[in-house]
């Protein structure tokens, strides 16, 4: 291993007999080639750290000694200037921010360096960035798709999915590929999530004692989520989506039920489970779990053997998929199971800077 003094002064010499390789610029040559010879960490500023999702991707990231987390003073925080300055600083900049504030924050990059990780719903149809639904499998599959790990991996800028469509998309697309639901199927989503997922105001409510015991919303028939959860299932339409916050902080369950007359001919429960286990065979994060109430029940999924807990993933980047399947009445619900800030938020976004700097994609999760 050379020693940094010494790479330094070596690049010092040739720069000196070659005047071409002097135009390289100070930086790139620390973070592409002193960085990765000399092992220095990769600097990560959260923009938006004192949020909700901010504040648990600084904690999962807090104890690696990979990485080194630069962040803003606190009488900085809004600070326009101080925020530019550290976005370019960094090598990974993850923005916690809303939609219009993410735009914004986008378009201060000035180097070919830095990646960003946007966790809002600015980015997550556009062609210009990449979805990101990784993948961590040893098979020919991925979690959204072959090649999609690849593309994160290559991306500096890159839509952290919202975690609804993550269930929704892990349940659906692997069946739309396999064609045994047809793009121009008419889905209904329903879904309950911990009230993290509303931010500091929703959890400011439902940790006071003034609060629904359960809310469903979104009577708009016109969530923002819709969009992402049409193009990356490979649907024709927009799903009817209906989502709720209950009384728990942190979990999600997203449930989808179908009547198999919307199905391939001929499909059963098995067939459906089978399609999953095969795209998702060899994942670390996406575990398929035992077929039916039957299957479920033996494998002591259900509490009090009835009903599926939405909260038994908080804290992990663990998502669980379901398939309760009735063959003789041709009806199935099929469900996902994550927590709406570990696999939904902040997981998904570690997950995302591990790949996108080049690092072991479990690191911290």
Not at 319 to 325: A, D, G, K, M, P
Request: charged share 25%; proline share 4%; glycine share 10%.
């Amino acid at each position: 291993m050379i020693s940094k003094t010494y790479a330094l002064s070596l690049f010092l010499s040739i720069a000196s007999t070659n005047p071409s390789s002097a135009f390289v610029p100070a930086r790139s040559f620390a973070s592409t080639r002193l960085g990765s010879e000399l092992g220095a960490k990769k600097k990560i500023f959260i923009d938006g750290e004192a949020g909700t999702t901010g504040l648990q991707v600084r904690d999962r990231l807090a104890g690696r000694d990979d990485l080194e987390i630069i962040s803003i003073a606190d009488d900085l925080r809004k600070d326009a200037g101080e925020r530019k300055r550290l976005i370019n600083e960094a090598d990974c900049v993850i923005l916690c921010l809303p939609d219009d504030a993410s735009k914004e924050a986008a378009s201060w990059v000035e180097n070919d360096n830095t990646v960003l990780i946007d966790a809002s719903t600015a980015f997550r149809v556009d062609d210009d960035w990449t979805y990101g639904f990784p993948a961590h499998v040893r098979s020919f599959y991925a979690e959204l798709s072959k090649s999609q790990k690849d593309a994160i991996k290559s991306s500096k800028r890159i839509s952290n999915p919202g975690c609804y469509p993550t269930g929704f998309i892990a349940l659906i697309r692997p069946l739309v590929d396999a064609g045994i639901i047809p793009a121009d199927t008419p889905l209904t989503v329903n879904a309950v999530s911990g009230y993290s997922g509303g931010g500091k105001g929703l959890i400011e409510i439902y940790e006071s004692d003034d609060h629904e015991p359960w809310g469903a919303y979104g009577y708009s028939m016109n969530h923002k989520h819709l969009p992402e959860m049409a193009k990356y299932t490979g649907l024709n339409m927009k799903p009817i989506f209906q989502p709720s916050v209950a009384t728990f902080a942190q979990g999600m369950v997203v449930s989808v039920p179908i009547h198999y007359s919307l199905m391939k001919s001929g499909t059963t429960g098995k067939a459906v489970h089978d399609a999953l286990n095969k795209y998702y065979d060899g994942s670390m994060f996406v575990k398929v779990m035992p077929l039916g109430e039957s299957g479920a029940k033996e494998a002591g999924l259900l509490e009090r053997g009835a009903f599926l807990r939405p909260d038994t993933l908080a804290d992990t980047n663990n998502l669980e998929l379901f398939v309760f399947s009735n063959d003789d009445e041709g009806r199935m619900v099929l469900c996902a199971r994550l927590d709406n800030l570990g696999k939904g938020a902040s997981g998904a976004a570690v997950q995302n800077l591990n790949l996108s700097l080049g690092l072991d994609e479990a690191t911290g999760l």
